[in-house]
């Protein structure tokens, strides 16, 4: 008997020694969250006329990009913090915005906002990283006045047309 019994119980060892625990990147990768209930639709990255041909898809299986399009009802900032707190809820992860983001910046050729979470499981880590960009700033530059005031820009902004990239990416050791 302790023949066969041994037998199942070293396959059982080498079984489970193959297997690997998820990683963080496994685990960011299955708990990004739905942004539908934010008033966004999700599109195939790389298709968007902001997030188009810059778009670079994820090197690695392992790593996944989600786009989405939409409106932002009450600006791209605003909209930015929302779905960081999404990200943050689902994956359990620390805000490291001020570390891995550029500030949020508008500019006559583009209006960005950049969140970023860490996420650790173990001894493994990936960032997921937020961007919110107008989706067409030609349009809605060309929506304003000459010498527009800063509550016009505002009001433009507001429910001005969006791409939302959340993304997971390889932190290095």
């Known amino acids: 008997m302790r023949g066969p019994f041994l037998g199942v119980v070293l396959a059982a060892a080498l079984a489970v020694a193959g297997c690997s625990a998820p990683t963080a990147a496994d ?13 966004l639709a999700s599109f195939e990255c790389g298709t968007g006329r902001a997030l188009g041909s810059d778009f670079t898809p994820p090197s ?4 996944v990009a989600q786009c ?19 990200v943050l809820a689902a994956t359990g992860g620390e805000d490291v915005s001020a570390e ?18 860490l996420v650790t499981k173990v001894d493994t880590r990936v ?3 937020t961007l919110v960009v107008l989706a067409d700033i ?22 001005a047309d969006v791409e939302v990239l959340v993304g997971t990416e390889p932190i290095a050791s």
């Open 27 to 39: 685990e960011a990768r299955e708990q990004l969250p739905d942004l539908s209930g934010f008033g």
């Open 100 to 117: 891995a983001c550029a500030r949020d910046a508008s500019s006559g050729s583009a209006s960005v906002a950049c969140r970023a979470v």
């Open 68 to 86: 989405w399009a939409g409106s932002a009802t009450s600006g791209i900032d605003t909209l930015a913090d929302d779905v960081q707190r999404e």
């Open 60 to 63: 690695d299986d392992t790593y």
């Open 127 to 129: 960032l997921v990283r």
């Open 138 to 159: 030609d349009a809605l530059l060309a929506d304003l006045p000459d010498n527009p005031t800063d509550a016009e820009i505002d009001a433009a902004l507001n429910g």
